[in-house]
């Protein structure tokens, strides 16, 4: 009996083991098959997200993408949601439609309210650049998130998708427990353009200086003629040191001639160097020559930033501001030099490197050749 | 056969760029560092190169000032196709002798529509 019973269960475990070895072996097989099947689906999608974006006349690589299975699409959607950044126009249309007609942007809106903060983020980033309109005003509520990646990826959202109305929350998230990088939220007025300056305009004069200071520095860049004036204000009475200094690298930057009176005001009258030599820079900017001599007199600024970019201002002046800088160094005689020294080096040193700069520009234009034959 | 060189490290341009171009008409070869161009465009000698700007190996200014020099490739045309927007980048491009300069996101349509432009006025 008891050699019966020890036959059996040899019997019994070598059955388990074969048993055990065909379901790995058979397993095995399925799984490679399937993996082949997989990556053969995903290698066709793929050759169809390439058609889709580059032939602008093909209608069946949309409808064969927006069709494929959901494992198939998984392994291709890192790569389409990688040439939405890289790609703008018709081919961008298409592939943003992809990603509509297979629920995507309905899923990614949802997951801005999710529990996971990894999962806000990466639906803010994709709403972002989906450019789905839709999704502003719960982008805006994540600009107060607790998690700094969440509020980050919705800065960024806002500005990819350039929708004015988010404006006053995205300058709001500047300050406060939860506050945004300044870059960052300035880089999103940025992308938002033009469009921006009405709401920039009407926050001008904000309680926070670091939202003056932000909302100067992007109407510099972006804005029309038409902030001059608004920016002007500022620079004459912005109790702030920095949003003054925006402001004359603002006008500088807007080029508008009619503010150069109040630029040369705030060379010739600003208590803070920074701001004195800001507005010279500035100045320079301008390109008007009228400007040389309030210029050369602001070569004996006390201030050595001031003076340096008075200096500096001149040369961009061209002729005329060159003129009276040589005639500065010229009258450095060396029994003078105790008054006129410092502005005399200044002078001297804007003259040489424009000279050095005007001698780059051959070698760099022909590249090691033309360097190698002077 | 018009042939035209593409030198782009991100796979999915390169392919998107290629069947593009391919499909425009052109012969199209394709590398995927700035090392490989030169060597390319010395045996191949193309009609036209378009270089990203941030490749490995040598970066596509490095590699158009290098083609501008070489009595082999100094006429082939270059366009630049980079994410390198400022001013500074684009002015070094031209200053490399880049006959264009394409910023990414771009268009692939209006790729194909410079290429034919620099092309034309390159007399090919």
């Known amino acids: 009996v008891t050699a019966n019973l020890l036959a059996g269960v040899v019997y019994l475990v070598a059955a388990l083991m074969a048993v055990s070895v065909l379901t790995i072996v058979v397993g095995r097989g399925i799984r490679r098959m399937s993996s082949r099947r997989n990556a053969g689906a995903a290698g066709r999608a793929r050759a169809l997200l390439v058609a889709l974006v580059a032939d602008d006349d093909a209608r069946s690589p949309l409808v064969e993408l927006v069709a494929v299975d959901r494992t198939t699409w998984r392994s291709v959607e890192p790569k389409a949601i990688a040439l939405l950044g890289k790609l703008r126009g018709e081919a961008r249309a298409r592939l943003v439609s992809v990603f509509r007609r297979r629920g995507v942007v309905e899923r990614a809106v949802r997951d801005l309210a999710r529990p996971s903060a990894p999962r806000r983020a990466r639906a803010a980033e994709l709403v972002g650049l989906l450019g789905v309109a839709d999704a502003v005003p719960a982008l805006c509520r994540l600009l107060d998130d607790r998690d700094r990646q969440v509020r980050v990826a919705a800065t960024r959202a806002l500005g990819a998708i350039g929708d004015p109305g988010a404006i006053t929350t995205l300058l709001a998230s500047l300050t406060g427990r939860r506050s945004i990088a300044a870059q960052l939220v300035a880089d999103a007025l940025l992308r938002i353009g033009a469009d921006a300056q009405p709401a920039l305009l009407a926050t001008i004069k904000d309680a926070e200086p670091l939202v003056r200071v932000c909302v100067i520095e992007v109407l510099g860049l972006v804005a029309g003629p038409g902030a001059a004036t608004s920016i002007a204000r500022a620079l004459g009475s912005d109790p702030s040191d920095e949003v003054r200094v925006r402001a004359a690298t603002a006008l500088g930057r807007l080029g508008t001639r009619q503010v150069l009176a109040v630029l040369l005001r705030a060379v010739d009258t600003d208590p803070v160097d920074r701001v004195r030599a800001a507005s010279a820079v500035a100045v320079g900017e301008l390109g008007d020559t009228g400007a040389v001599p309030a210029l050369a007199a602001a070569l004996r600024d006390p201030g050595h930033r001031v003076a340096n970019g008075a200096a500096h201002a001149l040369v961009r002046l061209g002729e005329p501001g060159r003129a009276a800088l040589r005639r500065v160094v010229a009258a450095a005689s060396p029994e003078r030099a105790g008054e006129i020294e410092p502005a005399a080096r200044h002078a001297r040193e804007a003259l040489a490197a424009q000279e050095v700069s005007q001698r780059r520009e051959p070698v760099l234009a022909g590249g090691p050749a033309a360097a190698g034959g002077r | ?124």
Not at chain 2, 55 to 73: F, I, K, Q, S, Y
């Open chain 2, 1 to 124: 056969m018009t042939t035209i060189l593409v030198a782009e490290d991100d796979e999915d341009v390169r392919d998107l760029v290629v069947f593009k171009l391919e499909l425009a008409g052109y012969l199209v070869v394709a590398v995927d560092n700035g090392l490989a161009v030169l060597d390319t465009a010395r045996s191949v000698v193309p009609d036209l190169a378009i270089l990203d700007v941030m490749m490995p190996g040598r970066n596509g200014v490095d590699v158009c000032r290098e083609l501008r020099t070489d009595p082999a490739t100094g006429h082939v045309p270059v366009i630049l196709l980079t994410a390198r927007s400022q001013e500074v980048d684009v002015d070094a491009g031209f200053r490399a002798g880049a006959s264009d300069y394409l910023i990414k996101p771009f268009s692939p349509r209006e790729l194909v529509n410079r290429v034919s432009s620099v092309l034309a006025r390159s007399g090919r």
